[in-house]
C-alpha cells in the first residue's frame, strides 16, 4: 500500500500568489517525521522543511509552511509569494519510527509546480 | 561546506561491465543510503547503512551490492549493469541523533546501461 500519495501530479500558479501542495500519508506509527523535498529540473533533491509527529506547531521555513493535521494524516506544503525558481517536482516523504532509526524514507511520486508570471 | 558529493555524475556503459558510484559526506553522519529515481515511480530505497560495516537492503537490492569501510564513504557497486538498471541515483545521508535526522541527498548520478 501506498505510504504517502500526491494526489496532485501537476499545479499551475501565478507568480506571487500562495500555493497548497496536498500530501496524505499512511502509518500506525505514533511517531514519525514528514518531509518535503524540492526537486529542481537540474534533478537535485534539496530539503525544504520537516514535522514531527509530535510537533505540535506547524513548521516553518521561510515562505515554505506545512500544515499538518495529524488526525486527517495530512502534511500539505504551503509555498506563499511564488517565484519563478520555484517551478519543480515536489516530493513529500515520511520517516516511520524514532529519528535514531535510520529508516528509509517512504517517497510520494510528487507533484510538479509551475510558477507562471 | 556541508555536503554529499557523488561521481560520476552522468554514466554511460554497456550490460555487464562492473562500475562503482561512489558518495561520500563530509558530516560525520552515520547513517547513509542509496536511493533510485524512475518516472512514476518516485524515489525507492537500494541500500542504507547505519555505521560502519553495517549495511542492509531496502526495497529495491537485487543487482546492486555497498560497502561501508569508513564512514564518510558509502559507494554503490554494480557488478553486472542490466539495461534495467538506468535510473537517476541518489546517495544521502544524515545523523542518527534524535531529532536531527533531515536526509541530506547528493547530486545524483544518472546512469545509462546500453
Known amino acids: 500500500a501506498q505510504k504517502i500519495t500526491q494526489t496532485q501530479p501537476g499545479m499551475f500558479v501565478q507568480e506571487k500568489e500562495a500555493v497548497t501542495l496536498d500530501c496524505t500519508y499512511d502509518?500506525?506509527?505514533?511517531?514519525?517525521?514528514l518531509f518535503w523535498y524540492k526537486q529542481p529540473s537540474s534533478g537535485e533533491m534539496i530539503f525544504l522543511i520537516y514535522?514531527?509527529?509530535?510537533?505540535?506547531q506547524n513548521a516553518t521555513e521561510g515562505r515554505y509552511s506545512l500544515n499538518f493535521q495529524k488526525a486527517r494524516k495530512s502534511a500539505n506544503l504551503v509555498i506563499s509569494a511564488s517565484q519563478l525558481g520555484d517551478s519543480a517536482m515536489y516530493f513529500c516523504a515520511m520517516r516511520e519510527g524514532l529519528s535514531n532509526s535510520g529508516y528509509a524514507l517512504n517517497f510520494g511520486k510528487g507533484t510538479s509546480l509551475l510558477v507562471t508570471p | 561546506e556541508a555536503q554529499v558529493t557523488q561521481n560520476p555524475r552522468y554514466l554511460i556503459t554497456v550490460t555487464g561491465k562492473k562500475l562503482t558510484v561512489t558518495c561520500s559526506q563530509n558530516m560525520n553522519h552515520e547513517y547513509m543510503s542509496w536511493y533510485r529515481q524512475d518516472p512514476g515511480l518516485g524515489l525507492r530505497q537500494i541500500y542504507y547503512?547505519?555505521?560502519?560495516?553495517?549495511?542492509d537492503k531496502g526495497d529495491v537490492p537485487e543487482g546492486y551490492k555497498v560497502s561501508r569501510k569508513e564512514k564518510r564513504n558509502f559507494p554503490l557497486i554494480l557488478e553486472s549493469p542490466s539495461p534495467n538498471q538506468t535510473s537517476l541515483y541518489f546517495c544521502a545521508s544524515s545523523s542518527l541523533a534524535t531529532g536531527v535526522d533531515t536526509q541530506y541527498f547528493g547530486p545524483g548520478t544518472r546512469l545509462t546501461v546500453l
Open positions: 514535522q514531527g509527529s509530535y510537533d505540535e
Open positions: 547503512s547505519m555505521n560502519v560495516e553495517v549495511t
Open positions: 502509518t500506525s506509527d505514533q511517531s514519525y517525521g
